[in-house]
């Protein structure tokens, strides 16, 4: 039992640094972005590959980070000068892309088939409780994370960001480069998307297109929406309220069971869906509201 | 150079297919000034209630495209009045990303009742026409006739009737409308049930021509949008002509790369005119 509360534990890691990389981009900014989920491949796919070819722990996580920075800033940089509304066609465009370059490019990422037995950090040094230990790793990246975040929520460059979601021109008469503010909090976002991807691998040790649907965007920002976008901790309250409704949904498997797998998928989606909307028609601020400061 | 015609040609049909969601999604783009996803699944429900009236109950596809027509403009009204009138007043990205959330619940709706796997209409077989060397099923040639019969009606009604001269002004110019006596929330509906119902026999032509899947829908999101930014936000005449151009754009592109990434040929066009014509090619 007490495994499949550690388990749980590190999703909800992974799902908090997805959260708070997202709170940057839409929390903070206002920057939307339906491709989260491809940020987070490009750090898994990046780290993974990297690792089972014997290269260093460290190598997979730098290059996690800094290909999924360095795209969310190409993408930020070919949509932010002209139309803002546009980022939302493009992000998720850049996503699906991904995932036809994933499939299909079997050279590189071994297409449908995934990557398996991807290495796991320090797994010789444990003969028992390797997955505590990976727990704490989790907790602690998201613990450095939030602390940085939250450093950056009341500092000037904070305060830009707020001020150009809130009113662009605005920002801009106070001679701020607003576009500069903007793909910078993209770019910061897609990072962290990055790191969370690179926690991903090396705890699940396979990656396929597969694990990088569309859907999981759409999870991160019920996460982020129930949890109160513009708030840290919201974002991180979000990602374990996500988990809850993940897990407890699995067990109407035992109450309805005359519902088949599909069914069943269909409806835990319908409800993540209804409860989005009505998320954003009825409490749009989440359950921790923004901090004023 | 035959391989070019026959690419040509199916560039054509499939610039016909898309250029019908793409009219409503480009108007109401305009208008409520947030890029509105679901229209993808308006086309998924126009393919989805075709099937069940031409498998369940047994009809032919014909009046499976009427049932379609209707349904699909009942369910875009729905989805508008239910989900978005609640959020006018909100940012406009606020309600891209709910209309993300009403793809999700269309999509999976159809998932639970039709599950995930790939369906085809029960219509008659007929051989395929040759034409110099070039084949042409006769559903096809449906399809085109008849998506350029639709283009045809929805240039008249915008042109020609009072209602279509109010739904070209609230597009091309929202606070000017408004101020003249139009009745927005009205057109909206309008616009809405239109755009809709079109949506929903592109659907239809789309399962006759390829397959249907409940995935169908959004994977045209990203050419409807790349037609409607070709031709200039709020133009119907230029979505029409943007959808034209994805779907050569999208048919032609096989002879240069391989089929599986047909469909990033539409965000590679995004991408270009960002770039180069952030307006479109009609506007500004």
Not at chain 1, 256 to 282: K, M, N
Not at chain 2, 12 to 19: A, P
Request: net charge positive.
């Amino acid at each position: 039992m007490s495994s499949y509360f550690i388990a749980i534990g590190t999703f909800v890691g992974i799902y908090a640094l997805l959260a708070l990389g997202l709170n940057i981009q839409w929390g903070f900014t206002g920057l939307v972005n339906l491709g989260h989920v491809g940020f987070f491949a490009i750090g898994a796919y990046s780290t993974a590959l990297l690792t089972v070819h014997g290269m260093p722990f460290a190598a997979g996580l730098a290059l996690a980070i800094l290909l999924s920075a360095s795209l969310g800033a190409l993408v930020a940089m070919a949509t932010l000068r002209l139309r803002e509304d546009f980022l939302a066609i493009v992000t998720l465009g850049f996503s699906e892309i991904l995932r036809l370059f994933l499939i299909n490019e079997d050279w590189l990422t071994k297409g449908t088939n995934g990557i398996k037995a991807i290495p796991r950090p320090f797994r010789e040094a444990f003969s028992q409780g390797y997955d505590l230990f990976y727990l704490i790793l989790v907790g602690v990246a998201v613990l450095i994370v939030f602390l940085i975040l939250d450093r950056v929520r009341i500092s000037p460059f904070g305060r830009v960001l707020r001020a150009i979601r809130e009113d662009e021109d605005v920002a801009q008469v106070a001679g701020k480069n607003t576009f500069r503010f903007k793909v910078q909090a993209f770019t910061l976002g897609a990072g962290l998307a990055g790191l969370a991807g690179f926690f991903y691998a090396h705890y699940v040790t396979y990656i396929s297109p597969d694990s990088f649907v569309p859907a999981l965007t759409i999870y991160i920002w019920v996460a982020l929406m129930a949890g109160g976008s513009g708030n840290n901790k919201g974002a991180i309250l979000g990602a374990v309220v996500l988990m809850g409704f993940l897990e407890g949904t699995r067990f109407l498997k035992d109450l309805i069971f005359f519902l088949s797998d599909v069914r069943l998928a269909a409806a835990r989606e319908i409800l993540v869906g209804v409860f989005l909307i009505l998320l954003l028609i009825y409490k749009p601020e989440g359950v921790l509201p923004e901090e004023r400061k | 150079m035959n391989a070019f015609f026959q690419y040509f040609l199916n560039g054509i049909i499939t610039g016909g297919i898309l250029s019908l969601p793409a009219i409503g999604f480009s108007l109401l783009y305009k208008i409520l000034r947030f890029p509105n996803f679901a229209f993808g699944s308006y086309l998924t429900c126009g393919a989805y209630t075709a099937l069940a009236v031409n498998l369940v109950l047994g009809g032919s596809i014909v009046w499976g495209f009427a049932a379609s027509l209707v349904v699909t403009a009942g369910v875009a009204i729905t989805v508008d009045q239910l989900v978005f009138r609640n959020l006018r007043q909100r940012r406009p990205l606020t309600l891209a990303i709910v209309s993300i959330g009403a793809v999700f619940i269309l999509e999976n709706v159809i998932r639970f009742i039709w599950g995930g796997g790939l369906q085809y209409y029960r219509i008659p077989v007929y051989r395929d026409m040759y034409v110099l060397g070039i084949h042409m099923g006769r559903e096809q040639s449906i399809i085109l006739l008849a998506s350029c019969i639709f283009m045809l009606l929805v240039e008249g009604l915008l042109k020609k009737t009072r209602l279509g001269k109010a739904m070209r002004a609230l597009a091309d110019n929202p606070l000017l409308a408004e101020i003249k006596g139009i009745d927005r929330e009205r057109m909206v509906i309008l616009i809405s049930g239109v755009g809709g119902a079109l949506a929903g026999a592109s659907g239809v032509f789309l399962g006759i021509d390829t397959v249907i899947d409940p995935l169908m829908g959004f994977n045209v999101i990203l050419s409807i949008f790349a037609a409607a930014i070709l031709g200039g936000i709020g133009s119907a005449r230029g979505a029409m002509g943007g959808a034209m151009v994805i779907g050569l754009a999208e048919e032609l592109s096989l002879l240069l790369i391989p089929s599986t990434y047909k469909s990033a040929v539409g965000f590679g066009i995004i991408i270009l005119i960002l770039i180069l014509r952030p307006g479109g090619f009609t506007k500004r």
